[in-house]
């Protein structure tokens, strides 16, 4: 019989597919368990050696039918698997009286804290090691390897909520949608499908009954999964396969009637910012400076980060580049700038605010920021996260002026900068609002929480009034800029909503330029404002988003 | 006992993939090697064939490393894996 789940339509698409589960993670053996009753030393020792045999065969025979950096990775794991300190290490223990399991656990352990005691680049391959370890575990108690599951035939993937570790690895020619219980709107999981253009479903419960080989149709639309699907399923998944392909994006971001709406991308590095420019991008309108801080103990040198934006800025001559200073803390912490022990990140020391605990770090960063601009032709914007009221926007400003740099302006993540952006923008140049963060402190719903998936959209009619604030406020102060570089700008019909508020600019994952350049063309301003109004006067996230879409004829087109 | 000095050609030092064609090579090999920093006691010296030892080792672009081996073919073993280290592999 067929069943139908509901959850959250995080991605667009509409497809039919067999269903392959995510593997439970593998736990860990008990510490030093002894030998299994009966079994020698010898026995276990052969066991031991069978397995990581077998784990590096089958990443042998991934290394040969892959190609380029994918190949190097699984060629140096498979040499991982089968290395013979690590087995000599395993071994002894062995002989003294551990379990296979137990064994390997413990050596592959002290072979990971050395090297991420070594930093870098070493400390990020501890992680190849302890993937290593878990397969060889896995093999030995004959259950599935973790990670995401080897297919010939491309499948639906389904699981509880996807690490970033696991998305690291998803490669999207062999997975057709995703499907997670757990997870919200802006989890890693919708993060990365919509980076990939996966349809995608999250804060679905009951999808946790979905067995292997379970042939289901997922709506991401709709934010629907139905088992055993009906021809008029066929017919939806049929009707989204054969849509119309999206034109690429000129490059210029307008509505029907010329109104421009310049569109940006959201950059993490320098190679990031080549492909962004390659795809159209308009500017850069958030480029995250954590990249060349995270995984490091110490705060990078001068000439690193100076190296850093600059490889971002050549990308982009002659074009805007928002730059966001170091956003550390909640769900990015940082050695030298973040407290662990903070009882609640997400309200605690983070983004501008770790300038009161560790001074001298954002005003290093600023004067690198101001050195690499004079090293390039882009127009450097910058500006500062987490920003609560509008002394702390002046501060900000001042210490950018300070360093050099021209146009400084904050982030709209807080309520109680939205609510005073007039003031605040009296003080600055610009702001950006971050639409993630936004929702997450207006709706007091932590991001990463499937439970609350409803109340972390950004269609909430509260979070839109929060945007028009926002804009009146900039209304207010001579009309300065005001983008968005969330999620939000990513959705094609709510970035309609956001324009027709008065943002001024979008900025998006590269991948999302095409689809909305496409949408915003099909409207003009009166329509968009129309929309707005929709959408600021729905009662709920669900029905502001089904009035909107209704009015907007083309997503069906383009299967958006 | 044949003993050799390399410096690390790498422009990253002795990581994964510089690493993995070192170690698949000195397995390949009749004799077994050992790998040690400049300056380490012999006895500390590392399995040259274990990846895992050869990024434990820490070795960056411009370090010296001291390759061991004994037994026929210890010489010209050496010489092969001295050419290994001391190519920058990233720039192929």
């Known amino acids: 019989m067929s069943k139908k789940f509901t959850g959250v339509g995080v991605s667009a698409g509409r497809v039919i597919g067999q269903v392959r589960r995510m593997p439970e993670p593998i736990l860990a053996p008990a510490d030093g368990a002894p030998l299994p009753q009966g079994v020698s030393p010898e026995e276990e020792s052969q066991r031991l050696a069978e397995a990581s045999k077998a784990v590096a065969t089958g990443l042998k025979e991934r290394a040969a039918v892959a190609t380029g950096d994918a190949q190097a990775v699984l060629k140096a794991t498979a040499l991982m698997a089968s290395d013979r300190t690590l087995l000599k290490s395993a071994t002894k223990l062995v002989s003294s009286g551990t379990c296979a399991e137990s064994a390997i656990w413990e050596a592959a352990d002290a072979v990971a804290t050395q090297l991420t005691a070594l930093g870098g680049y070493m400390a990020e391959r501890a992680g190849d090691v302890l993937d290593v370890r878990a397969r060889i575990v896995a093999e030995l108690r004959g259950v599935p390897a973790p990670g995401i599951p080897d297919s010939d035939q491309p499948f639906i993937l389904a699981a509880v909520d996807l690490a970033p570790a696991d998305t690291a690895t998803l490669d999207p020619a062999k997975v057709l949608a995703l499907v997670t219980s757990d997870g919200g709107p802006q989890s890693h999981t919708a993060i990365i499908a919509r980076s990939l253009g996966l349809p995608a479903i999250v804060a679905a419960p009951e999808t946790t009954e979905l067995a292997d080989g379970d042939y289901v149709f997922v709506d991401g639309i709709d934010g629907l999964v139905v088992t055993d699907p009906s021809e008029a399923e066929e017919h939806l998944a049929q009707t989204y396969a054969n849509r119309e392909v999206l034109p690429d994006f000129s490059g210029t971001g307008e509505l029907s009637d010329g109104y421009r709406v310049p569109l940006l991308s959201n950059v993490g590095s320098g190679e990031d910012a080549q492909l962004a420019a390659a795809a159209g991008a308009e500017g850069v309108g958030l480029l995250r400076t954590e990249f060349c801080f995270l995984g490091k103990e110490k705060e990078p040198t001068h000439e690193e980060q100076v190296a850093a934006y600059g490889a971002v800025f050549a990308a982009f001559a002659g074009k805007k580049v928002v730059v966001r200073t170091l956003d550390a803390g909640a769900d990015k912490p940082l050695p030298f700038l973040t407290d662990a022990s903070e009882p609640n990140p997400a309200l605690g020391v983070r983004g501008y605010r770790t300038d009161m605990t560790s001074p001298g770090v954002l005003e290093r960063q600023l004067k690198a920021i101001a050195q690499a601009t004079s090293e390039h032709e882009a127009d450097v914007w910058v500006m500062a996260p987490m920003i609560s009221t509008p002394a702390e926007a002046q501060d900000f400003a001042q210490m950018a002026r300070a360093a050099g740099l021209a146009t400084a302006g904050t982030m709209i993540e807080v309520p109680s900068a939205a609510v005073l952006a007039g003031q605040i923008l009296q003080r600055c140049d610009f702001v950006s609002i971050g639409t993630n963060d936004l929702t997450q402190y207006t709706m007091a719903a932590d991001r990463q929480l499937g439970t609350l998936a409803e109340l972390n959209d950004p269609w909430q009619p509260a979070v839109l009034h929060m945007v028009a604030a926002t804009t009146a406020g900039a209304q207010s102060a001579d009309g300065k800029p005001v983008g968005v570089c969330g999620e939000a700008a990513a959705d094609p019909a709510l970035a309609v909503v956001l324009v027709g508020l008065g943002v001024t600019t979008l900025s998006m994952n590269k991948r999302a330029l095409a689809p909305v350049s496409a949408v915003l063309r099909t409207v003009d301003f009166a329509k968009a404002k129309r929309l707005a109004k929709l959408a600021l006067d729905a009662p709920s996230a669900e029905l502001a988003r089904s009035a909107v879409r209704a009015e907007l004829s083309e997503l069906d087109r383009f299967g958006l | ?92």
């Open chain 2, 1 to 92: 006992m044949a003993e050799r000095k390399a410096i690390i050609g790498s422009r990253v030092g002795l990581h994964a993939r510089p690493a993995a064609i070192f170690a698949e090579a000195a397995a390949e090999l009749p004799v077994e090697v050992t790998i040690a920093l400049e300056g380490e006691p012999a006895e500390d010296a590392m399995d040259a064939s274990s990846i895992l030892s050869l990024m434990g080792l820490g070795a960056e672009h411009g370090t010296t490393v001291v390759l061991r081996a004994e037994g026929d073919g210890a010489e010209a073993a050496l010489d092969q894996l001295v050419t290994i280290l001391e190519t920058d592999h990233d720039a192929e």
